[in-house]
């Protein structure tokens, strides 16, 4: 069974900084690609940054330059720092772990943290 665990989310001032991280356990299967993706209240959910196995990032428009994805193949874990953060990246932000299967691929989701960025 596929077990995701999120942390770092929390209030914040603008400006400020949060870390958020996510452990995905219970495969024998490789992980590809991990991503967050975030949902703010009465919006769709939105990719913020994803990053291959090999390490290459993809970001969206609107936290280029702030925000920076990372991991650790050997622990399994995605990191996004967020940095100069802004009330607009208030959201319930989710992390996505691509499984490569036998045949195919299967994604999984974590339960989701909440960023909340407010004076």
């Known amino acids: 069974q596929v077990q995701l665990v999120e942390s770092g989310g929390g209030l914040v001032q603008p400006g400020g900084s949060l870390r958020l991280s996510c452990t995905a356990s219970g495969s024998i299967f490789t992980i590809t690609t991990m991503g967050w993706y975030r949902q703010a209240q009465g919006k769709q959910r939105e990719l913020v940054a994803d990053?291959?196995?090999?390490?290459?990032?993809n970001y969206a428009d609107s936290v280029k330059g702030r925000f920076t994805i990372s991991r650790d193949n050997a622990k399994n874990t995605v990191y996004l720092q967020m940095n100069t953060l802004k009330p607009e990246d208030t959201a319930v932000y989710s992390c996505?772990?691509?499984?490569?299967?036998?045949?195919?691929?299967?994604?999984?989701w974590g339960q989701g943290t909440q960023v909340t960025v407010s004076s």
């Open positions: 990053i291959t196995r090999a390490g290459s990032t």
């Open positions: 996505n772990v691509v499984y490569q299967l036998f045949a195919g691929v299967r994604d999984y």
